[in-house]
Every structure is written in C-alpha cells, then in structure tokens.
C-alpha cells in the first residue's frame, strides 16, 4: 500500500483536540465485512427462494402445532337446555341411581329410603339453584358418602347431569 500510514489529519482544534489518523480498515476485516454482505444476499436468496420459508409460514406451522397438541374439546355434546337435560338423565341413571334412586327421589327401586337424598323436592342441604347443584356434584360431600364427581366425570358431564336434577322437580 502506498499511501503513508500514521499520519495525523489534523483538524483537531475543531474537535475538542481529539486526532486522528485516515488509515485504511485492516484486510481481514474488510474481508468479513464483505463475507457477511454475500452471506446475507445468499441467506436471503436461500430464505425466501430456496428453502421457500417465511415468518408467515412459520406462524402457520406452530399454530397447527399448537392446534394439534391441545386437548380436543368434549364431545359431550350440549351441557345446557334439553338435549343436556336427555343426556344428564342418561348419566344419572348410569352413576347416581345406586344412590339417589331411579327416580332421583331418595326411594330405591324396592320402595326403600336410599342413602342418597331427595333430589325431586324443593328441600336442598347444598342448595337448589343451577349453580349449587352443579357445585355440590363437581366437589361432591365425601365426608356424606356424595362422590366427588368432578374429576370422575369431568365438567361437561357434572353441567349435564346438573341440569337433569334441575329439571327433576326441586329446581330453584
Ligand atoms: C355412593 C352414593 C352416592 C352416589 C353414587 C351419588 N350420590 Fe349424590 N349424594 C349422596 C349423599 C349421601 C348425599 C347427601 C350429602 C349430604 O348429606 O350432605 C348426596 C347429595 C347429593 C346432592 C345434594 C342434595 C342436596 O340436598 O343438596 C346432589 C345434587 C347429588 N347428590 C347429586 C348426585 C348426582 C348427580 C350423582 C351421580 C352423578 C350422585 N349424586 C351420585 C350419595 C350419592
């Protein structure tokens, strides 16, 4: 390289008295900073051409993932009004007559009082109303021998079985 190196430009009284020299940038420098400007044209080129990959798509794919991953939500069906209230009735009879009483009266099938209560008349140890019916189930009264249903039948069956004993007579 010609030019001379080291020489000072100058102008410091206009900068604080900060010098300066006007040496070239070293070779292995210039030399990476060329190497990342192809990189980045090749990358770019690779990115959006090559590989055919964008953000968008990127989103796309995790969002599948995602949507693939999560739970499916119930096939429970309704968990309100009167398709609910057929399936509730059908769970009743499948977990709760044992109890309660095929007719959800605390009468058992041979006309003897059942361990469960009454779940027909307006009288509610836990309350009567949509909401309290559907609590009492969820978290049941084990120290009374009332299972804890939640867990075993899971929300949308407690809302549909909940409905049913609404609709049953007692409902408030
Ligand atoms: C193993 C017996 C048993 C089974 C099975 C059972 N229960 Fe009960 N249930 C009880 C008992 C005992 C009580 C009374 C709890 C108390 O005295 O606090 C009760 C209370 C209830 C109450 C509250 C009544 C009130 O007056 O507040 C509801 C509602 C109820 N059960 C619904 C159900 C439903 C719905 C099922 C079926 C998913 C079911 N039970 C299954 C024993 C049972």
Redesign the pocket.
Known sequence: MSKELNVLLGHSADNDGIEEYDNPLPTWWLGLFYFTIVWGAVYAVHYHFVGGRSQAGEYDAEVAAYEAAKPKTSTAGPTEGPDAITA?KA??D???????GPK?DGVDAAGNKS?????TDA??????TLA??EK??TV??P?????T?GP??GPE??KQ??A??HSSGGGQ
Do not use: Q, R
């Open positions: 509730g769970l009743f499948t977990n709760c007559v044992s109890c309660h959800a361990i469960g209560p009454n779940l009288e509610w140890i836990h309350g009567g309290d019916i009492t189930i049941g009264v120290e009374k021998g009332m299972i249903w075993i039948l069956k407690v079985v909940a049913f004993v």
